[in-house]
């Protein structure tokens, strides 16, 4: 089966920095791809050069078609939808209407709103807080608003940065809970960036490590746990 993102020797530079050093990475239709390594790797960055929100080179393609020289609004309405780290939602608007912009390239209003109510399932606290302040959400709650913004875009991969970052052992276990719901139930591609490589090898089934903005290992997520140099560096046994 055809992978639904690939990228070969990806690159990546902020000025004359260079970041990223030829990663080859891919992501199988109906997969979940981890993305690990230490504080400073490179693992956000590879999420913005596959957005093209950073200068980039290499070649990278979704659902076998070019992503060389596109925008990043025409990244997102080709089905790619990009959860940041530090969830970035609009803290001065209500729930709802964080989610209407998550859906503000769609035309097909009345499917629009079919999906807020599919979304707000998978998150009932959101549903009970339609009308409330994002920014008087808790942090979990947050995060639950990012991810179900980006599900309004009806996206087929999802970039997630570091979901559980900042967030109580419950409010995580919920959301990687509904990740995997999600996955699982509607098909949706997965790419995550994720400190908790206990967490993200749980997720996924495919798994690289990244250091210094080079590949140190890509296999299944399985070996990739059962690595002994993975092991003590990312996973403390």
């Known amino acids: 089966m055809a992978p639904i993102l690939e990228a070969r020797g990806l690159t990546a530079a902020y000025g004359p920095i260079q970041v990223l050093h030829g990663l080859d990475i891919r992501v199988e239709d109906g997969g979940v791809t981890a993305l690990l390594g230490a504080n400073g790797a490179g693992k956000t960055t590879v999420l913005r050069a596959l957005c093209a929100m950073v200068r980039r080179g290499g070649a990278a393609s979704f659902r076998g078609r070019s ?3 596109q925008a990043t609004e ?3 309405r080709l089905g790619i939808a990009h959860v940041p780290d530090g969830r970035g939602t609009f ?3 209500t729930v709802n209407e964080n989610l209407r912009l998550g859906a503000y390239a769609r035309r097909d209003r009345a499917a629009v709103k079919a999906d807020s109510a599919r979304v707000c399932g998978y998150f009932p ?3 009970e807080r339609r009308q409330q302040q994002a920014g008087t ?3 979990g709650e947050q995060q639950m608003l990012a991810i179900a913004r980006a599900l309004m875009l009806r996206p087929k991969l999802l970039l997630l940065d570091e979901p559980s970052f900042g967030l109580a052992p419950l409010a995580v276990a919920d959301i990687f809970g509904i990740l995997r719901k999600i996955n699982r139930d509607d098909g949706v591609s997965m ?3 994720e400190q908790n490589a206990n967490l993200a090898l749980d997720l996924a089934d495919h798994a690289c490590v990244i250091e210094t903005g080079r590949m140190a290992m890509s296999g299944p997520a399985a070996v990739v746990r059962d690595n002994e140099a993975v092991r003590r560096a990312y996973l403390s046994y």
């Open 191 to 193: 790419l995550i960036v």
């Open 67 to 69: 992503l060389n020289g």
């Open 91 to 93: 803290a001065a608007l």
């Open 74 to 76: 025409d990244i997102v």
């Open 125 to 127: 606290r959101l549903a």
């Open 137 to 139: 959400l808790s942090g």
